[in-house]
């Protein structure tokens, strides 16, 4: 019977009476069949390693031998072998020992170990779990850098000459700024660096912020709006920086549940969406114009440093894709029109909602932000869940999306209600849209990313930060541009037709979506069961059982 050498020990192994030296004691205790030893070496030959032992038994070979058992997780996982959870940065294993470690652990011999290795392919590393800390803190310091401005801007610029379609362009060049340099930065991503990107853009959001703190010293008039206008666009152009980074650091790290992450990182920008206005409106309101944005600014300057010293660096080899090849894909499109049509409905909201409460639940001006509390809160606590779904059952993702976007669609008719209904509106049942809007948003969302990513794997893009950063780009522009088209049409329909009607037709977007998608995955279900029944005709499967059975 021919003897099996373990992988790492080499000719001429001498016999033991166990292998304790060969993949630790935790593993090798956990045998149960004999150990057979090599022959010794001939002269001359190489020597061998001392402490190891062959581990044999019939129909199996141990792949390779390691010191110690935390090593066997990294030999399973073909994508997280390496510290960083990818195959650049720690290697990838002999298809060998995968195969060899797949075969042990699908054997039943040794059911314990089995579940050590699971457990342990589940933890975060380091570098993850640091990764996380440095995306989360952008999400909430970029959120409450964007909301800060709205409890005490707009009375302050009209004070220094700026009417109120001119304070609608400041808030509105902030998305359109970052439309375009989302495009631009997410395309040369791999060329400038991601971890460069992400503490630059940091660093320039946190000074930009400063710098809006001291324009109530700037002279009224054309010079204070150019000069909004100026360091809003900085803030735009930081903002796509860092964010666009991010989404590709985290699909690196994490490319196997990025839903989930990105769900459970969407928790941390709810937050700064509302503890943003609040928190703004006090400090204003207690030390004046300058200390909200100082004090905020100083806090993101902060940041800097630690995610300089803890983020992990995901550099890759510049690779030129093709951005056009990848926008112009069917389905990427459907999902460019799903991401502009959630944005656009939340933009909406910006002009319109606090005036409609106002007016018709004439409630006072501080519990305005409490109602839109409903909204942000059940997105950001479905999120996750929804993130974990999304990941853990890929094949539901177009459910979520196509549901996702006429659940949207139906709550923003109910709204209102629109006037068609003849239903009174009342605050309860305003509450109880507003909420099931926000986690609606979450439903479709959620799973875009890595349907994106997928549809460009499908169609032959190459995988690393080069197609990283086209898909963040892309997104975030995509996000950027209906936060721009949304606050403007919504603002012009609510002033024409009245909140009611505003809010029906604006449920058009995720409603044309949704019946679009809807039509493209059905289209695309068909394609695949008529290539398939082409593939395997019933005909050639009959023939060939037939040819089977008379061999046997």
């Not at 570098?127 to 996380?132: F, G, P, R, S, V």
């Not at 900085?234 to 196997?256: E, H, N």
Request: hydrophobic share 45%.
């Amino acid at each position: 019977m021919p003897l099996a050498r373990c992988a790492c020990s080499g000719p001429g192994v001498q016999r033991t009476p166990r292998p304790a030296g060969c993949h630790g004691t935790a593993a090798s205790a956990a045998l149960s069949w004999p150990v057979r030893a090599v022959p010794a070496a001939a002269p001359g030959a190489a020597a061998p390693r001392a402490g190891h032992a062959q581990c044999r038994r019939p129909g199996w070979r141990w792949p390779r031998c390691s010191r110690s058992p935390r090593a066997l997780p990294h030999v399973r996982r073909r994508r997280r072998c390496g510290p960083m959870g990818s195959r650049a940065a720690g290697g990838e294993q002999p298809p060998g020992a995968r195969r060899g470690l797949l075969v042990f652990l699908r054997s039943g011999r040794d059911d314990g170990l089995s579940e050590a290795v699971g457990e342990e392919s589940r933890r975060l590393t380091r570098e993850q779990l640091y990764t996380l800390v440095a995306a989360a803190s952008i999400n909430f310091s970029s959120m409450m850098c964007y909301s800060i401005l709205g409890p005490f801007f707009p009375s302050e610029a009209e004070k220094k000459g700026a009417s109120n379609t001119v304070v609608g362009l400041i808030f509105g060049c902030f998305a359109l700024v970052n439309f375009l340099t989302s495009l631009i930065l997410g395309n040369y991503l791999s060329q400038i660096g991601a971890k460069f990107m992400f503490v630059s853009g940091m660093f320039v959001s946190g000074c930009v912020t400063i710098l809006f703190g001291i324009l109530d010293k700037v002279p009224s008039g054309p010079m204070f709006i150019g000069f909004c206008f100026l360091v809003r666009a900085m803030d735009a152009i930081s903002f796509a920086a860092a964010i666009t980074a991010s989404f590709s650091i985290l699909a690196k790290a994490f490319p196997t549940n990025i839903a989930t992450v990105l769900g459970s990182l969407e928790i941390f920008s709810g937050l700064g969406l509302v503890l943003g206005p609040p928190l703004g409106g006090f400090l204003y309101q207690s030390f004046g114009y300058e200390v909200p944005f100082i004090a905020l600014g100083c806090i993101v300057l902060a940041l800097v440093p630690v995610n300089m010293c803890i983020l992990p660096r995901y550099d890759s080899t510049p690779r030129k894709e093709s951005f056009w090849k990848l926008i112009l894909l069917p389905k990427v499109l459907i999902l460019c029109l799903t991401i502009f049509s959630l944005s656009a409905c939340l933009g909406f909201f910006d002009p319109t909602i606090s005036l409609f409460i106002l007016k018709k639940f004439t409630l006072p001006a501080g519990y305005v932000g409490l109602v839109f509390l409903g909204l942000a809160l059940s997105y950001s606590l479905s999120s996750p869940l929804l993130g974990l779904v999304s990941d853990k059952l890929p094949y539901i993702r177009k459910w979520l999306l196509i549901f996702g976007d006429l659940m949207t669609a139906a709550c923003l008719f109910m709204l209102g209600p629109a006037p068609v209904l003849h239903i009174e509106s009342q605050l309860w049942m305003f509450v109880l849209v507003l909420v099931l809007i926000g986690f609606s948003l979450g439903m479709s969302a959620i799973p875009v990313f890595p349907e994106i990513l997928q549809c460009a794997y499908e169609n032959g893009f190459e995988e690393g930060l080069s197609l990283l950063g086209l898909v963040s780009g892309l997104f975030n522009a995509m996000w950027s541009l209906g936060a721009f088209v949304g606050p403007i049409l919504g603002g012009f329909l609510n002033e024409e037709l009245g909140f009611e009607w505003a809010a029906a037709i604006q449920g058009g977007w995720p409603l044309l979506s949704g019946l679009a998608t809807g039509i493209f995955y059905i289209i695309e279900a068909t394609r695949k069961s008529s290539s398939s029944s082409l593939q395997n005709p019933p005909g050639d499967n009959e023939e060939r059982t037939r040819l089977m059975g008379n061999e046997i």
